[in-house]
């Protein structure tokens, strides 16, 4: 389960379990000094993807597809208060009480505990149902799973953000990178067909990013703030990195796939 783009190809333990895993990040962003509304972590990486994720790819969704929205896997809520500065209204839902709590001290209210692969609202009840970076998280059963319940609840489109690529990739039990045909195949049996598909040009950036991570994760858990030497870091492999990806097509990358009910036009 995961938010506001982030999805980074990390490790994790050899039992993997979501609920667990992202309840000890929570808290440990509950620790800290400066609670952000996002998960994952505050870098000069994060800076550049979350502000293109929000122009690129959640910007275009608005107003052409719903008045009411549900985020599956909300997080602290990042997401959720960006839509509702816009004017729309957002509803969460997350299976840590961690992320919740946060998410209540950043003022946001429309908020439920809840699991993605049965979510408490009735059929129907949103217009649009999203999930970001959260599926990649999930086995195959168990994505498939929360899809279906995406599907039940939305009145009319599903928004999918997640990496993917041209070659499938996981680590252990956390899918980093799927295909996009597997999710357009899941929705299609919902129902639902593809609308559009866009991925951010961010590959190289985020590559070089995660190697970082990967390094310095053996030190400082997920959810902990980001040593400044790492920082430093990340801004000067920047500066190259994003003039390489202006340039070449991205291969792997956070990925939106809006969809509309096969019924609904």
């Not at 690129?56 to 997401?79: D, H, M, R, Y």
Request: with cysteine.
């Amino acid at each position: 389960m995961r938010n506001e783009g982030d999805g980074s190809f990390q490790s994790v333990p050899a039992a993997y379990s979501p609920r667990e895993y992202w309840e000890r990040v929570g808290r440990r962003m509950g620790l800290r000094e400066e609670k952000r509304s996002l998960a994952g972590e505050e870098s000069p990486f994060y800076d550049v993807k979350r502000s293109m994720f929000l122009e690129k790819l959640l910007q275009p969704i608005i107003g052409e597809s719903a008045e009411t929205f549900l985020e599956v896997g909300c997080g602290p809520g990042g997401n959720l208060a960006w839509l509702e500065s816009r004017g729309v209204t957002a509803l969460g839902i997350d299976l840590t009480y961690a992320m919740l709590q946060i998410a209540r001290e950043n003022e946001l209210t429309r908020l439920v505990g809840g699991d993605g692969g049965a979510i408490p609202l009735h059929s129907g009840s949103v217009d649009a149902a999203m999930t970001v970076t959260v599926l990649q998280h999930n086995d195959d059963v168990a994505a498939a799973k929360i899809i279906g319940e995406l599907a039940r609840v939305a009145r009319s489109h599903i928004h999918i953000f997640e990496d993917t690529g041209v070659v499938a990739a996981h680590r252990r039990a956390s899918h980093w990178l799927r295909k996009p045909e597997w999710y357009i195949a899941e929705l299609h049996k919902t129902h639902f067909r593809l609308l559009s598909k866009e991925r951010l040009p961010l590959a190289t950036s985020e590559l070089l990013a995660n190697l970082l991570r990967s390094v310095a994760r053996r030190h400082v858990p997920e959810g902990s703030a980001v040593p400044q030497k790492q920082q430093n870091l990340e801004a000067q492999l920047l500066r190259f990195t994003t003039r390489v990806d202006s340039v070449i097509p991205p291969v792997v990358g956070l990925t939106r796939l809006s969809f509309v009910r096969s019924d609904a036009g």
